[in-house]
């Protein structure tokens, strides 16, 4: 432990002396953490569609007499997607050649039969094979169900229109046929009057059982209109605002921490370990003063510590920028000391994984270049969803980008994060002793 | 018995400072007082003990260097390999003075080379290996008298 130590001591001393890896180190986490905030934006932002109108949509439409607000509609999605209208030619071309994502069509005839009543128009939508045309279907199905609500509440008045006309009676027009009728509360007072005024007893009997018939249909037709909002909305849906930002979320932070160590921690790894075969003391130290578990051991403790400095001053970043942002919950700082726990495991894990590639590589430039060339494909395996394929998902448990993530965002906000820590605690220690059992037993080729 | 080893090319930390270099390795080797001994050696070795980096300094004082890391703790055997093969005539003589440190308290000093000068110079047995056979062993004399060892010259 203690020739650990002094090697330790040595390797901080001599990365606090080269400036530009010092500037890199500063400025790494924080160019990362802008990228992030940057791509987390551009990946909440529209997609873009395409938009043909073969209908030509006015801005409002009058359905059974009430207006329909067309126009608003669009602009609802608008928020969504980025609508751009086109014509359907170049609709498909766009397509086809992956500058829209999905395309939405009005068909002709399709506020005829709105206007209608009777038939159901159809939207069509097509969209592009590919990860992010489950997302635009997702969002145009949400568009539909807001149309459709918006159109329920239009014919649910207008019908409600007919119920009051019959209750009450009045002028109205259905189907272009215009009338006058004078309702079920005024057919049930002029029977009434008709019964007192009828001599013969048998009329006033049938007179009597169509008053039974105005009272009750005119109860059961006073109920509809309830009856007929509960039915068009069995769940409401009622919106609160107590979210944060995307770009400030756990998620944001957990992948911006873990890209950062993943990144920084292989490539300072992988050079470590191989500069100790540049500067040509690997046989001096292990000709009896350092035993090669030390040597690697000392390396992964080195990448682990300034995992740990650079993994807190990021959250110390981040944690001013939330609290600055008044972001809801603010930073979990009393989780700090988890996290700096979930730091030195995923350092170590890391660091175990850029010595190996330093013992493979041997040569401190073509280490560097071999972690850098090797942590990006590995990152990226690891965001592909599991959902999209099973074989990168284990692939990407082998490394521990994914672990790390998790281990993070757990470890800062949820409620209950012990089992899910524990999961990631072993993976990250199994995958730092199968790395540094491999390190181990190639170390040796260094000092030749 | 303790063995201090010098390799042809020097093993040192590039960016730290020749008394850097030395603590470390005292401290590595177990060195009682390993800041006492640092100083003894730079001064052996007649370099500075100022804070710039190895890896400035020339080659014959980083040579230098690299000997006065494989002197600490006294060895009672020193291996060089090769340890003039880039140093001028006089820095090659100052490193032979500094050698004969470990033989002048009673040691030995084991070495490479492919100079005969040096050899003859400095050398009291003589081992010739020839495409990793040993084809010679002995003393010096025997050396200069034995043709099938001559197979350098």
Redesign the interface.
Known sequence: MR?VA??LG?DL??LG??RALVVAFVAYPLLVAALVGLVARFAADRPRVAFVDLDNLPKTLEIGGERFDVKGVIDQVDAAVELLPMPAAEADHRLKTGRVLAEIIIPRGFAARLRGMVESPELILKTSPGGLSDDIRRRTESLVFNLDRRLQTTYIESNLGYVDLLLHGGKGSFLGNRFDIIGLEAAGRSLADLRRRTPDPAARKEIEQLEIFVREATLAIGQTGSAMRAIANPIKLAEGHGGRSYILSATVQSYAVALTLAVLCVILGAGAIASERD???V???T?G??RLSELVAEKVALVTAIAVALGLALIIVFGIAVEAAGAPGGQPWQRLPLFALGLVLVGAAFGAFGVLLGVVAREGRTASLLAFLVVLPLVLVSLIPRSASEAPFWAAQLFPFSHGVAFFESALYDLDPWGRLGRQALWLAGLTALFGAASRAGVRRLAR | MKIGWVPQRPALYGRLSPFENLELFARLEGVAEPKAEVRRLLDLVELPAGKEPAGRLSVGNQQRLNLAIGLLGRPDVLLLDEPTASLDPRQRRRLWAIAGEVRGRGGAVAFATQNLEELERFATRVAVLLAGELVFEGTIVDYRADPSAQVFA
Request: net charge positive; charged share 35%; no cysteine.
């Open positions: 020739s002094l090697l040595k001393r001599i002396r080269s500067e040509n003391v046989g001096r130290l000709r003063l350092v």
